[in-house]
DNA sequence: TAACTTACCTACCAAGTGGTAAGTTGTCAA
DNA sequence: TTGACAACTTACCACTTGGTAGGTAAGTTA
């Protein structure tokens, strides 16, 4: 199969699994929007699940390719981290296909496991604890501690991201339009409140 | 049908559909969890949507009952937000199922709601917002910006708690243990620091 | 030219889906 | 004793699911 073929067979497959999830998209319905039989897409990647699988392994090389360009662009881990997330921020303000993807990932992942046990976004996340687990003043914190922080972080671009779908359809796209506008300004301030001073109290 | 029995039904239900998602159940797998066939269901509820609907119908309004005693508890807007997103990440460590399901609704919900066409996380939400918009220093916040904020918060404890038990599998039970134990010190040197003052550039 | 590969196709299958129709059983009030 | 009603049941339906089997047409290579 050539090369771009299988990036397109791979983007629309990437979209509708984001949208509907693993269960809720059907072979034929992805064929089906590319113009093919489900046979066909069968004939290129030998089941579903290693559809899914080859999507997600796309998704991971990505995610790791952009945290591999901050951090050669920055020395510093704190300016790197911030970067990193700033970017996402900005990415998921409008485009939100990939969050969706990796949250639906996160929710189904444990049930499909079982079939298919792979974890497709393990290096990146330990990528970006390690990042995490660099930044002064923090490598007293615990592993833990520093992880928490990061998921934490990462929730709040994350759950956001996902959630505008729903929450135009609940409020109305004006509304959204002014809460969207908002949404970088009041997370740089989070980001910068909460990686300002290293861990005080707890730990 | 008795009460107690609904409630055991709902109970059923709701665990089932968050871990697999509205479109991942079948009746018969709730059935059959129940010890009856999917007809006594569908005798019950009508249909697999009105069942959703009566299990997300639950959620929403003991979400409204909990913020209705923190905000009766307490009458420090400031305190009732921090005592609320305590008691919930605190209630998140152990507890996944509602953070799940809500996710999933938030997910599917733009799908599913061509159909249904209800929005039963439209009052919840609007507590919260109308929470945040009495913080004091935050009335010249504009509205979308307070939603966004509350919103990030909301982010920090869910993802985390969603993402459980994938992580469980990533890392193993031991250091996800650790991570447990770290996550509710880490976020309350979030929310602290992100809510001790008021927006300052942004906005 | 012959052998092989790639990219598709139609036809089919067993299993499962949500939902309807029409009983059956047990309880309880009149 | 009768009748009403709730809580089920079995039987069935049309439809969709992932996947297999087997074929065709167009290259590509020996």
Redesign the interface.
Known sequence: MAADTREQLLDTAEALFA???F??VSIAAIADELGLTKQALLHHFGSKEKLYGAVLQRVSEDFERKLSMVSEAESDPLKQLRAYLYALATDVRDEQIRP?LL?????????R?EEAGT?Y??PY?ERLTDMVRCLPGRDTT????A???V??????????A??Q??LT??FGSA?MT?????????????ID??L??P?????
């Not at 615990?142 to 501690?145: I, L, M, T």
């Not at 002014?178 to 989070?190: C, H, K, T, V, Y």
């Open positions: 949208e509907r999830g269960y809720g969706q949250m639906r990932e996160l929710l189904d992942n444990k049930r496991a974890w976004l393990k996340l615990s592993e833990g501690a992880f928490a922080l998921y934490q972080l990462l929730g709040a671009v994350t759950y956001f996902v959630s779908p729903t359809g609940i509304r002014e809460i969207r506008d908002a949404f970088p300004g009041q997370l740089s301030n989070l409140a909460v300002a001073e861990t005080h109290s707890a730990d």
